[in-house]
């Protein structure tokens, strides 16, 4: 029903920076929250950012200050500016969606197929 198209994955060196993209399309009455994950190897997948349909925001300790959610509700897209990496950002990073398909407002969580971000010097 709903798709999440990622972009902007890379390597970059410590200091760096990238931008992330999450485009979702399909059957959308509305987006109640977006965010984005990250699992890097032999640790649980956790919350890096989230964004809801009113832009309140909250992030991550680790990644507060030089990290920033925002989004186009036109353009049902979120995106996440990542500045001053560390080797520690490196993961599998994971757009998310908690959406409703009808008035109803039923609730259904959907994920992207992920996106790796490496930093490395």
């Known amino acids: 029903q709903v798709q999440l198209v990622e972009s902007g994955g890379g390597l970059v060196q410590p200091g760096g920076s990238l931008r992330l993209s999450c485009a979702a399309s399909?059957?959308?009455?509305?987006?109640?929250?977006m965010g984005w994950y990250r699992q890097a190897p032999g640790k649980q997948r956790e919350l890096v950012a989230t964004?809801?349909?009113?832009?309140?925001?909250k992030y991550v300790d680790s990644v507060k200050g030089r990290f920033t959610i925002s989004r186009d509700n036109a353009k049902n897209t979120v995106y996440l500016q990542m500045n001053n990496l560390k080797p520690e950002d490196t993961a599998v990073y994971y757009c998310?969606?908690?959406?409703?398909?009808?008035?109803?407002?039923?609730?259904?969580?959907?994920w992207g197929q992920g996106t790796q971000v490496t930093v490395s010097s």
């Open positions: 399909g059957s959308i009455f509305s987006i109640h929250v």
């Open positions: 998310n969606a908690i959406v409703s398909h009808s008035d109803s407002n039923r609730l259904f969580n959907y």
């Open positions: 964004i809801t349909g009113t832009a309140s925001t």
